[in-house]
T-cell receptor, first 109, second 114 residues
Framework: GQSLEQPSEVTAVEGAIVQINCTYQ??????LSWYQQHDGGAPTFLSY????GLEETGRFSSFLSRSDSYGYLLLQELQMKDSASYFC??????????FGAGTRLFVKA | DADVTQTPRNRITKTGKRIMLECSQT?????MYWYRQDPGLGLRLIYY???????NKGEISDGYSVSRQAQAKFSLSLESAIPNQTALYFC?????????????FGPGTRLTVL
């Protein structure tokens, strides 16, 4: 089967660093994506890892280890506006994308 | 103007009714998708289409059908709506030339089946 597991909730303080983990079981896996969704909004793309290692985009970084079927999203210098849900998503054969259930991030002042 | 639009944005209907949700895009993308989102379950793929002549079932296609009327239009139908189809529905597009399949989502349609 194909599934991605991530924590349901994470809480962190403004200005801190938070890591959201994602483990997956997918066949024909081509890469791991991350999406952000604010309450009442649509998911928006954040990052993609096709190869092992770290990808950095401003305050956000994403990491993939294909041998461990594991990835994470790292958010630095947290801001209140980062409070949202974050989804990892596995790209599989045929360009289907399977999403995890999402991690709700609460940023406290 | 929004690149991916969905109509209606909200809909309340009764069990047994036929419902159509419409999606249009101006991004020129070939690939289009329909997802439903339920609390705690993330986004689940209903159907996807890689061009006008290509339609594929996703994870949860039972009870749904789709029509790709043109490159820019992809409609989702519930032939006989039931209460457990109450959910938030998203349409998305992606560029066939994108190696990482970044998807662009519409604003969503909130459907309630009574």
């Amino acid at each position: 089967g194909q599934s991605l597991e991530q924590p349901s909730e994470v809480t962190a303080v403004e200005g801190a660093i938070v890591q959201i983990n994602c483990t997956y079981q997918t066949s024909g896996f081509y890469g791991l994506s991350w999406y952000q969704q604010h309450d009442g909004g649509a998911p928006t793309f954040l990052s993609y890892n096709a190869l092992d290692g770290l990808e950095e985009t401003g305050r956000f970084s994403s990491f993939l280890s294909r041998s461990d079927s594991y990835g994470y999203l790292l958010l630095q210098e947290l801001q209140m506006k980062d409070s949202a849900s974050y989804f990892c998503a596995g790209n599989t054969g045929g360009f289907k994308t399977i999403f995890g259930a999402g991690t709700r991030l609460f940023v406290k002042a | 103007d929004a690149d991916v639009t969905q109509t209606p944005r909200n809909r309340i209907t009764k069990t047994g009714k036929r419902i159509m949700l419409e999606c249009s895009q101006t991004k020129g993308h070939d690939r289009m998708y329909w997802y439903r989102q339920d609390p705690g379950l993330g986004l689940r793929l209903i159907y996807y289409s890689f061009d006008v002549k290509d339609i594929n079932k996703g994870e949860i296609s039972d009870g749904y059908s789709v029509s790709r009327q043109a490159q820019a239009k992809f409609s989702l139908s519930l032939e006989s709506a039931i209460p457990n189809q109450t959910a938030l529905y998203f349409c998305a597009t992606s560029d066939a030339g994108s190696s990482y399949n970044e998807q662009f989502f519409g604003p969503g349609t909130r459907l309630t089946v009574l």
